[in-house]
């Protein structure tokens, strides 16, 4: 997968902004994302897109910023609120700024950042941070938002699909990560 596909991804699962209907619109055109995730993308577009503003604003708080089950730091799904996930905060805040991405009001464990720092990764690293942290966490955001005819459903099921087609060698079943020894990639 590309690096605009990642992008794509990442921009859906931001706060939305005034023109937000329009790019994703557009965004559907452009057929970044591989098949399975293309269909997903779609089907959030087609629920969100006759939205106004102010009812995507909403819905996206409903989702993600008044529910903690399915919250977009993906440190707090793997490790809650220890010494493990300060670590996580630091070790990605520090690969950040190694890829030039510039900090936002979110904490450095948001999917966002996750999702761009796999479009700058090395094939090997970012298969390994796919492993250890993304994937994991958003098998944990999918299981608290599945069956709740949400439409972010499509963009985090769009964002798992994609990621899987990008690294398909990644086992079936993936472990939650220590840390301190997992964690070795974002050094």
Known sequence: MDREAYEVLAALLTYPADDQGREMESMVNLRRL???AAAEHAAF???????SLHDRQELYIQTFDLNPVCALEMGWHLFGENYDRGLLLVKMRQQLRMYGLPE??????HLT???LLLARMERESGAYFTEAVVLPALQKMLEAIRGKSNPYEHVLEAARLAVREDFPD???QLATPKAE???RVLA
């Open 181 to 183: 020894t997992e964690l």
């Open 104 to 109: 936002t009001t979110e904490l450095p464990d």
């Open 170 to 172: 990644l086992p079936a």
């Open 34 to 36: 591989p098949g399975a």
């Open 113 to 115: 950042n996750g999702l």
């Open 45 to 51: 577009v087609a629920k969100t897109v006759p939205l």
